[in-house]
């Protein structure tokens, strides 16, 4: 155990911030093409970094990608994480790997069990394998607030015992974040993950929001609502994430930094459904499908203490009804990403 620390304290002198002054970083992005991780690469590039993306374009869209594609300082590879030869070509030379590639699907998790497994956990122990070998020890990687499961304290921290997992996507995730700080103590990796709640803003491609306007494109008079619509949700909008990311990331965590992220709110779904009815000016008839989760594994609240976060000087820009209006605004002006995801 001391060796390792000992080797680990050694690693933790080869970084500098990510944004050393005149000094770039080369920044690897899995899932770079997916609704989070395009705002990183923007954003990355924008801070004149040299980013590779690295995606599979399961669920991500070319369209994302429209601004990256012209620098000279970005790259595309259309790869898989389960392709462990196309990872050992592209991971060495990096400085820093963001991990945002995964399975995102919680609704549907139980229909597909292994696609949790390979997608979450195979995918992130074939890319720290690519890491360890090509020798980049440095992993920043989206985790989830459903590891927390159906928690007993509220708003719930970083430290708060792990109830017992209530879905495959949760406890995926909290695999990966298991497999990513043994990295850390047994070969001198250095972590920083992120606890999110759902995100919300342009690009958004997946989620509550998307569900409620394609149902009501189709039937404006009645739309279902699955469980009782009084569960309570946290939400955040993408570039308040991304800032914080990006803060966490340069300051100094130590070894494994873990952090949640959210709004110091929440709201129940029917008010968000009234937020979203609301700026398409409907009245529909509500149809509930009963019960307090709306699927196997949904939880029926979700409300994430960010002292952490905060004490670094982060504070979100938008609160969430404003969040879930610049969405839906943003899928009323891109319908074309309604046929895609269909």
Known sequence: MSGSRHRLAGALDQYPPLREPGIPSRILVTGGAGFIASHLVDRLLSLGHHVTVYDNFSTGQMAFLHNAVTQDRFKLVRADLLDTNALDEVVPGHDVVFHLAANADVRFGVEHPDRDLKQNILATHNLLEAMRRGQVHRIVFSSTGSIYGEPTVFPTPEDCPLPIQT??????KLAAEGLITAYCEGFGFRAQIFRFVSILGERYSHGHIFDFFRKLE???????????GRQRKSYLYVQDCIDAILLAVDSDPGPVGIFNLGTNEYCAVDESLGWICDELGLRPERVYAGGNRGWVGDSPFIYLDCSRIRALGWRPTLSIEAGVRRTLAYLRESRWLLEARA
């Open 167 to 172: 879905s495959l996507y949760g406890a995926s």
């Open 218 to 228: 189709v039937d404006p008079i009645r739309i279902e609502v699955l469980g009782n």
